[in-house]
């Protein structure tokens, strides 16, 4: 097969994997931290009006899903890709940041959410690059 569409599909399996673990972890904070009554899950009005109800353990578990989702994507794509490992990591970095970027905007938050939520993919990307060390960029 050949490299580039290996390469491609690292950047879809880290993609894949760092929804998937967005997913996952957002989920358990729904288990720990169920939505309140007054806040209808289908509609963003409901949640817009109602998002100061919103515990803040519930908005750290997004964070954290945010932060490992692109940490995890990242790692696959580095670890996956043949040739273009930093390139791959990174597009996926992004991806997972747009990605909490159009939730931010589309969703009202606090300002330390946003905040954070804007510096979590890429600290995790920056810590997956620093843990993987050096990658050469071609196939061994």
Do not use: C
Request: a negative charge; zero cysteines.
């Amino acid at each position: 097969m050949d490299t580039i569409i290996k390469d491609i599909l690292a950047i879809m399996a880290g993609g894949f994997l760092g929804a998937l673990t967005v997913m996952a972890i957002q989920m358990t904070g729904h288990h720990f931290y169920p939505l309140p009554d007054n806040i209808d899950p289908e509609s963003v009005e409901s949640i817009t009006a109602h998002m100061t109800d919103v515990s803040i353990g519930a908005m750290l578990f997004v964070l954290l899903a945010w932060f490992l989702g692109a940490f995890t994507g990242v790692l696959l794509a580095i670890k996956a890709a043949p040739i273009r490992k930093k390139m791959a990591g990174g597009l996926v970095g992004v991806i997972q940041w747009l990605m909490a970027i159009q939730t931010l905007n589309m969703l009202p938050h606090p300002m330390w959410m946003t905040v954070a939520g804007v510096l979590a993919a890429p600290l995790a990307t920056f810590i997956a690059f620093m843990l993987v060390g050096p990658q050469p960029d071609e196939e061994t």
